[in-house]
């Protein structure tokens, strides 16, 4: 039976935020499950709610956030879970990963003690033993001389070694499930290949399923075997990485994946990049409906009327369009 | 144009005999160098420096655009900020127009800015909050010479039009905009003067994809219209491949390798440029 | 209970140092007059003389030489001998060359003759028919020699009292000496004086029962007391007098129309009420009542507004005359100031109110003599000599006053002395050489139990000898 | 150094009187300065009696329909002196800050503006400053040339100067390292171009909000030199100095304390709530947050 | 880190040396001198000239500062004109009740302000923020001599648990003792503490929001620690660094503000000293006593500079 049971399962997740123009909701509608061992990509232009989703999967909303649905995670209903018991699966069974390595990590405690806390907090080490743990940890993550380093301050680190300090943190009690929010937005792209291919390695190793954020179609493309396309607080589209690249059903997805400049590819004198039309709204005033109407081409009349039911297109590939319907 | 080898050549004094190329030459640069110095952590003894750039030499060619691409740290803003003659290099010397910029005297070299101009990475650092729009793109106009503000506000809707804003916009603030918006105003800054050179120090990094592309195009637009040659730097090989005509790779604080965006990303010869292709995660690989 | 033979009191300002013949400051006397010093005569607070060190006396009938029998067998706090040549050293030592004593003056008209153990006589040059009175104030204490050098630190003297402990700035605490001459009929075996400036906080003292009597207390608080059981005020009459002091060497107050219009432009009852609530009794002329030869001038100007302004029409004063009234920072000053100030202005004189500390009083207005109006209270009982001096700050000169005073200073018979003060009472008065306001009276706060206060103060004296509680 | 909130608002914003009506600390704070304000520019052309008239028969009298608040130990009406006193609290507010923030907002730009030995030096002039304690400067400073209203406002306002001087440099040295300086630069400004058009306006919201405060304090400052008798002198009333003069009568006539005290507790009160409003108000990550 | 405490310590130095010609000129120009005023309005002239002389205020004024400077560096700093007691003496007698006096205050400051900063914080709009920062608001806007005689009237007057003022000193001997001083002191520190206290709150709430803020508060709860644990593990040193700056600077307030407050309770301290002083222009008592205050003052910031290095590893290897 408990093999049966995901390890996530997130329903009809929907996010209220506090504004100075009232409540608004900055996320809804979104539905996605997650085996163990899986990878799961959210991906999507900035402020359409990538973060909020990852942060209600931990519990950490801002103030004054109210999350909805459901989420379940290895059958426990988390959005029912006290503060305390929440406290208990973070960093233990659920690791996260933030963008910024320069400000995620405490300036004026040593990455030891910060790499060592969940141990002691979780699974009860003496500080010894956290010690020795940590040090493996760091080493894994490919910090050099890491018994040297422990009693280094993050400001002596450079921006790649923090962000693998932070990774060297999430991992620490062995989560069950990795969050990684933008991890490598902060970096080069050499630092980025190394931190990316350090964290699938690390979800191969030890068989943890893991949620990567990006706005970068080629992180997303390389590191994940699922996709979510997000927009304005919505999934539009969502499927295996394969699938929905290939077959970019959404209209969202179409334009996103034109506007991109792509290498290699030879340079036609004067050549123009297709552009999506508009901006992304704010979130008090995204349409009624599809969030995209309006910015879409093809927008009609009965793309305000309603949220367009998800439509499935292939084995797991799925999409909210209307026109998808219509088409044979 | 190639290779490193062609330094030296391009390094001789071309006089008159650049003309087999079409296009005059604008701006050379030659052997720049520069240090930071670092804060003393000894009361006596040497103040450490960090060698930003070392002896760096290029030529652009008027109408073309030149990118820099490069890791973080390798020296790309700081070159920005020697040819914008924001900061006086250790060594070298920057040429526009045959005119060494770091001798010019300050009266001259502020008439001089009319040439040349900058973009910044920031959309929401490089505005003036506090300032209308409108007083933000004359701006250039206002420190060189003494414009009426009627010719102001004219050349200023002309330059917003240029750049597709509505000549409302004019008056509004800039965080009534959006990033892509906000870049639109800050070139359209640049664009005021008509200058020869856009110096761009990261003009699209800080925009979603969308918005992006929205802004090369303008860039691309711009220069097909007005004929402004391109400094680009950018950490993304995409946008300098797509914009511009030739490439040069610093590491470091030196050029590891220049050409053509083409040829260079295709094959790579420096080790660092290979590793640096090679790392750009592409949707193709799937 | 545990009270019975100690007692807390409070004084305003604390002693810069416990030498009276070294500084002037009145808490100096306060603190060690009759309590650790004594003097050859002692000051009653009728104001009359009595014997203290000296037995008895004779003055010769030219009030020229002095005779003095002194107390056999005494001796100072260290052991030394009190005798006719301590005596002769004192009063040579506050006489002579680098004497820093106030009353240097005074001290160095004298001549000083050892008779015998215990036989002084003293020459003036002048006569001076309070000279007793002198002998019983603060600057004329009898020290002893080879301590004498010490004594703002280490006081040693003949009194009933040794000082025991000073925490500068809060307390000095006194202990009875067990070899003075009637240390058995001493009820308070321990004194301590405490130094509260602020008068919030003296009230507050007062009330939180941690002092056990403040002589010459804020008036304005005494209110409070009045009607408390737990309480006794003391009013106490004095010598001083406050005034509204002239600068007669200035134009226009040269004018005694214009000096005449100040004072009858001034509401002493108002005054008395603002600047002391309501303690004091007017004056008319630089004399108080209760001492020798006191005659009542209050009615030569009296309070008359419109007889002020037709004085400064008389005068030919622009209306309104500006003038300065620089205030010292005792509160019957500033307060008074005000209340003056309030009045002259009805009658068309504007006062600029200068606020200065004393330091800046002494300098600029006593010293440089640089001010129109100032409210001062002149605590020295018979200081009517002051205005024969030619270089006094008040610039009052009158011939008239100078053969008047030259004659008192000669009378040796009390009738003709009494009738020369009256004279020169009503000829100040008459001249409105100031604005005279009123003999202040001293409050004293005191716990019901507390016995033996003085009940009228010619000097500032805490006699603690006579203390006791019942 | 010194907590500064890099502060560079958007005035004036959309909205900012429309957010600034929702603002509690704001509405609350403006209501008790504006009255502060009122209450002495009503005194100069009306107040209930008198100010300076005694009335020696009709000392410390309870609030009354005559005497709305009662009289003080001169029988003069405390409404009067209290309106009339307002002013002196403005005065010494006014003039003070204004000393501050001139001058020190001044060598602020400069040492921001300039850098390196200027900067320095600027700075270290301010510590030296600091190394007097404000109340020791203005007793000394008193001494010397008196006492006196005016005296105390100089006083306390070159006590503010470092004050300001180092919030200036600290924002505008924010400011400098903004992109649009740098922006500003390469059109060819020079640094006191940039200064006056580009750094001042961007800082002048921390600079009000600091006034604001100082301005509280300097009514405080007013209050404890003239409980000292160095601050205001007669006749003239300030709060400060019914305050101090009531302290005597504090258990004879209470009262007599508590209007003086109470004036300047609301006029502080209001000064800092309208600062922290002013502070929510202008900080551009509060209006995005709310 | 030799480097930054050796350049510290030079221009503390040199702080001080600018400081003491300031204040020498500045009081010489006072009006009046102290013979003048020892002696009073009744003394005979020469007498006054004589006192002068024998306090040695008859030399110029730069031999005046020629000497006071060596006596500063002799550690002889002569004696007082009004007391005639040795200044030294004098002084120590006075910081041995100004020094705990501000010692306790401080203390007091710190405990209620961060104790009341950290649960508004912690409260963050809801009605215990709501009610700490009222109190605060208010005591920042009561006149802290107002308050002191409101503590007199509740504590000494009406319930006479303390007594109004006065101070019996350390040792037994003089009627005091450890106990009875301390019980002395309290009423003054809460005093002179409240207003502080007031300021600090405010200042430690909105600092402890601001580190609330930050990225690596989130790391921390991310790893599963409570919202009180990383508000004690994580939040709080970050909040001290701006606290400790202000708290510095509060100690110099602190102690001129002794000068109302040991008035109000008729304390013998240092402030009121030297406003005595002044009044009296005992100005070798002023002199001595304003530059020690403005040494106090330097060395504070000093060791709250090295206090920052402490919380902050950042400043180490910081610019000067
Ligand atoms: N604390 C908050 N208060 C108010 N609005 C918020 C808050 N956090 C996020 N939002 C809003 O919610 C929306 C979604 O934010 P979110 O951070 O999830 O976006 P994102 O997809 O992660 O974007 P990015 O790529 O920029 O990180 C945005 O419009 C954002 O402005
Ligand atoms: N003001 C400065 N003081 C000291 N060192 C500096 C300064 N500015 C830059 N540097 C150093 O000079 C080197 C080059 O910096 P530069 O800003 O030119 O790099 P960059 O290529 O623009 O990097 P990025 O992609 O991160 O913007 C870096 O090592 C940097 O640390
Ligand atoms: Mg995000
Ligand atoms: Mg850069």
């Given amino acids: 039976m408990a093999t049966t049971t995901p390890l996530l399962e997130v329903r009809q997740l929907a996010i209220t935020l506090q504004t100075q123009r009232g409540a608004v909701r900055a996320v809804h509608d979104v539905d996605f499950t997650l085996a163990r061992g899986e990878t799961l990509g959210l991906i999507g232009e900035s402020g359409c709610g990538k973060s909020l989703t990852a942060l209600a999967l931990m519990g950490l909303l801002p103030e004054g956030a109210q999350a909805a649905g459901s989420i379940r995670f290895d059958g426990q209903e988390l959005l029912a879970l006290s503060d305390k018991a929440l406290c208990r699966l973070r960093g233990n069974r659920i690791g996260m990963v933030f963008q910024e390595p320069m400000t995620a990590l405490n300036p004026v405690h040593t990455i030891g ?68 929010d933008e991890p490598t937005t902060a970096l080069d792209v050499t630092l980025q290949r190394q931190i990316l291919e350090l964290i699938k390695g690390l979800v191969a190793e030890r068989g943890m399923a893991l949620i990567l954020i990006s706005h970068d179609l080629g992180v997303i493309a390389q590191s994940v075997r699922r996709t979510l396309v997000m927009y304005g607080g919505t999934a539009v589209e969502w499927g295996p990485t394969r699938a929905v690249f290939g077959a970019r059903a959404h209209p969202y997805t179409q334009g996103l994946f034109a506007a991109r400049p792509q290498l290699g590819t030879a340079r036609a004198a004067g050549a123009r990049l297709p552009t999506i039309a508009g901006t992304v709204p704010e979130l008090a005033d995204l349409p009624t409906g599809c969030p995209f109407a309006g910015r879409c081409p093809f927008t009609e009349p009965a793309c305000h009327a309603a949220l367009p039911p998800a439509v499935a297109l292939d084995a797991d590939h799925e999409a909210r369009c209307i026109r998808l319907k219509k088409a044979p | 144009m190639n290779t490193i080898d062609t330094v030296a050549s391009s390094a001789l004094p071309t006089g008159a005999g650049g003309q ?26 040497p103040r450490a420096r960090v060698a930003a750039l070392q002896g760096v030499s290029f030529d652009i060619r008027a109408g073309r655009s030149l990118g820099v691409v490069g890791e973080s740290g390798s020296g790309k803003s700081t070159l920005a900020r020697l040819v914008m003659a924001l900061d006086t290099p250790s060594g070298g010397t920057v040429e526009l127009l045959g005119r060494d910029l770091h001798r010019l005297p300050a009266r001259e070299l502020r008439a001089a800015r009319r040439d040349f101009q900058m973009v910044f990475q920031d959309p929401y650092g490089s505005l003036d909050p506090r300032q209308t729009v409108e007083r933000i793109v004359t701006e250039p106009l206002q420190a060189l010479d003494s414009a009426t503000g009627a010719e102001l506000r004219e050349r200023a809707a002309e330059v917003l039009a240029q750049v597709g804003l509505r000549p409302g916009d004019a008056l509004k603030y800039p965080h009534e905009f959006s990033g892509g918006q906000r870049q639109r105003i800050a070139i359209a800054r640049a664009l005021i003067t008509r200058p020869r050179l856009i110096v761009a120090d990261e003009p699209v990094s800080a925009l979603d994809l969308s918005v992006q592309a929205q802004v090369l195009n303008l860039l691309a637009d711009l220069q097909e219209q007005f004929g402004v040659t391109y400094l680009l730097i950018s950490h993304d090989l995409a946008v300098v491949q797509h914009l511009c005509d030739e490439v040069l790779v610093l590491h470091q604080g030196r050029i590891v390798e220049r050409g053509a965006p083409e040829d260079l990303f295709s094959a790579p010869r420096h080790p660092y440029t290979q590793a640096l292709v090679a790392s750009v995660p592409r949707i193709d690989a799937l | ?48 003389v009595s014997p203290l060190l000296a037995e008895s006396w004779e003055v010769s009938p030219d009030l020229k030489t002095y005779t003095f029998r002194l107390r056999k067998g005494l001796s100072f706090h260290n052991g030394e001998p009190f005798n006719a040549a301590a005596v002769k050293f004192s009063f040579d030592r506050a006489g002579g060359d680098k004497s820093t004593n106030k009353d240097k003056r005074l001290f160095a008209s004298l001549t000083t003759q050892v008779v015998d153990d215990y036989t002084v006589v003293l020459l003036n040059k002048d006569i001076e028919p309070d000279l007793l009175f002198l002998l019983g104030q603060a600057t004329a204490i009898i020290v002893e020699p080879k301590s004498a050098d010490t004594n703002a630190a280490k006081p040693v003297g003949t009194g009933p009292y040794q000082l025991t402990a000073w925490s500068r700035g809060a307390s000095i605490t006194l202990t009875a000496w067990p070899q003075w001459r009637q240390a058995a009929a001493i009820k308070i075996r321990r004194a301590s004086f405490r130094f509260i400036p602020d008068s919030a906080a003296q009230v507050a003292a007062l009330l939180a029962g941690d002092v056990d009597a403040f002589a010459r207390v804020t008036p304005r608080s005494m209110a409070q007391f009045k009607d408390n059981p737990r309480f006794q005020v003391v009013v106490s009459g ?202 202040p009276q001293w409050v004293t706060v005191a716990h019901k139990n507390l016995r033996g206060l003085w009940k009228d103060m010619p000097i500032f004296v805490n006699d603690l000898s006579a203390l006791s509680w019942s | 150094m010194s907590a500064v909130p890099t502060v560079t608002a958007a005035l004036p914003a959309p909205g900012f009187w429309r957010r600034a009506r929702h603002h509690r600390s704001f509405v609350i704070g403006a209501l008790l300065t504006a009255l502060l304000l009122a209450a002495a520019l009503l005194s ?140 500003a630069r390469a059109c060819g400004k020079g640094p006191w171009r940039i200064t006056l058009e580009h750094v001042l306006p961007n800082i002048a919201s921390v600079l009000i909000v600091q006034a604001t405060i100082q301005f509280a304090l300097a009514i405080l400052a007013e209050a404890a030199l003239s409980y000292l008798g160095l601050g205001t002198q007669p006749p003239q009333p300030s709060w400060g100095r019914m305050l101090a003069e009531s302290q005597t009568l504090m258990f004879q006539a209470p009262l007599l304390a508590v209007w003086p005290g109470l004036a300047i507790a609301l006029a502080v009160l209001g000064l800092n709530l309208l600062g922290d409003g002013l502070r929510d108000l202008l900080d551009p990550r509060m209006a995005r947050q709310r | 880190m030799t480097w930054f405490v050796l350049q510290r310590l030079l221009t503390l130095i040199a702080t001080l040396l600018g400081a003491s010609a300031v204040v020498f000129w500045v009081l010489e120009v006072l009006p009046g001198n102290a013979a003048e005023v020892l002696l009073g309005p009744d003394a005979a002239p020469e007498a006054v000239a004589a006192l002068a002389a024998q306090l040695g205020l008859d030399q110029p004024a730069l031999v005046r500062y020629g000497q006071w400077l060596a006596g500063l560096l002799t ?112 009423l003054p520190a809460v005093a002179l503490a409240a207003v502080q206290a007031a300021i600090l709150a405010r200042i430690t709430r909105s600092a402890v929001l601001d580190v609330l803020r930050e990225d690596f508060v989130r790391t921390a709860r991310a790893k599963g620690l409570t919202r009180r644990a990383a508000l004690w593990r994580h939040v709080l040193r970050n909040a001290m660094i701006p606290v400790v700056t202000v708290m510095g600077l509060q100690f110099a307030n602190l102690l001129a503000g002794t000068i109302v407050v040991e008035n109000v309770f008729y304390l013998p301290g240092l402030g009121r000293l030297i406003f005595q002083s002044i009044a009296n222009r005992d100005l070798v008592v002023v002199r001595n006593c304003v530059m020690l205050l403005a040494a106090m003052v330097v060395l504070v910031n000093f060791v709250v500079d090295l206090l920052y290095a402490a919380i902050d590893p950042r400043v180490k290897v910081g610019s000067p």
């Fill in chain 3, 1 to 48: 209970q545990g009270k019975k033979d100690s007692v807390t009191l409070a004084l305003t300002l604390e002693p810069p140092g416990l030498d009276p013949t070294a500084g002037a400051a009145s808490s100096i006397a306060e603190v060690t007059l009759y309590n650790i010093y004594e003097t050859l005569t002692k000051i009653n607070p009728d104001g009359s």
């Fill in chain 4, 44 to 183: 100069l052309v009306w107040t209930p009696w008198p100010p300076y008239e005694m009335a020696m028969d009709a000392t410390l009298q309870p609030p009354s329909t005559q005497h709305w608040l009662g009289t003080d130990a001169y029988g003069r009406d405390l409404a009067s002196l209290l309106l009339v006193g307002a002013r002196a609290s403005i005065l010494v507010g006014v003039i003070a800050v204004g000393i501050g923030l001139a001058l020190g907002a001044a060598l602020g730009l400069l040492a921001a503006a300039r850098g390196g030995w200027v900067e320095e030096a600027v700075m270290r002039l301010a510590d030296f400053t600091f190394a007097f304690p404000a109340l020791l400067l203005a007793i000394m400073l008193t001494a010397v040339f008196g006492p006196g209203i005016v005296n105390a406002i100089i006083a306390i306002g070159i006590f503010y100067i470092p004050t300001f001087a180092r919030v200036t440099r600290a924002s505008a040295k924010a400011v400098w390292a903004r992109e649009y300086i740098l922006a």
């Fill in chain 1, 113 to 180: 003690r910060q790499v060592a806390e969940p141990l002691r907090l979780h699974q009860g080490l003496t500080f010894a033993q956290a010690r020795a743990e940590a040090i493996a940890l760091l080493e894994r993550v490919g910090i050099d001389q890491a018994a040297q380093r422990f009693d280094a301050y993050p400001h002596q680190f450079s921006g790649g070694q923090r962000q693998r300090i932070t990774i060297a943190m999430a991992l620490a009690c062995g989560p069950d499930l990795l969050i990684a």
């Fill in chain 5, 75 to 186: 550690g002889r700093l002569g004696d007082s004109h009004a007391y005639s007691a040795p200044v030294l003496h004098l002084i120590a007698e006075r910081l041995a009740l100004t020094i705990p006096l501000a010692l306790l205050s401080m203390a007091l400051t710190c405990v209620l302000a961060l104790a009341a900063g950290v649960y508004a914080a912690a409260r963050h709009s809801r009605l215990g923020d709501w009610g700490v920062m009222g109190l605060a608001q208010l005591g920042i806007a009561i006149p802290n001599f107002w308050f002191a005689i409101l503590l007199i009237l509740l504590f000494s007057v009406k319930l006479q648990w303390f007594s109004a003022g006065g101070f019996p000193g350390w040792t037994a001997e003089a009627g005091g003792g450890v106990l009875p001083a301390l019980k002395a002191l309290l």
């Fill in chain 3, 238 to 439: 004095s010598r001083a007098k406050t005034i509204l002091a002239i600068n007669n060497a200035r134009k226009p107050l040269d004018d005694v129309r214009v000096r005449r219009a100040i004072a009858a432009a001034i509401d002493r009852k108002a005054v008395i009420q603002g600047a002391a609530d309501g303690l004091g009794v007017p004056i008319g002329s630089h004399y108080v009542p209760g001492a020798f030869g006191y005659v009542d001038t209050t009615g030569i100007n009296p309070y008359d507004p419109e007889k002020a302004k037709r004085l400064l029409a008389e005068a030919g004063v622009k209306l309104p005359l500006t003038l300065t009234m620089t205030l010292p920072p005792a509160p019957y000053a500033r307060q008074g100031g005000e209340v003056i100030a309030a009045q002259l202005a009805k009658v068309g004189i504007v006062s600029k109110l200068q606020n200065v500390e004393w330091a800046q009083w002494l300098s600029g207005t006593y010293g440089a003599k640089n001010y129109d109006l100032t409210l001062i209270s002149h605590v020295e009982p018979f200081d009517l000599g002051n205005f024969a001096k030619p270089d006094y700050y008040w610039g009052y000169r009158s011939p008239q006053f100078d053969q008047l005073y030259e004659k008192i200073k000669h009378a040796a018979r009390p009738a003709d002395r009494a009738r020369l003060l009256g004279e020169a009472q009503r000829l100040l008065a008459e001249d409105a050489a100031h604005g005279f306001l009123y003999q």
């Fill in chain 2, 20 to 45: 087999f190329d079409p296009a005059p030459l604008l701006l050379r640069v030659r052997d720049l160098q520069h240090h930071y110095p670092l804060p003393r952590t000894r009361l006596l003894g």
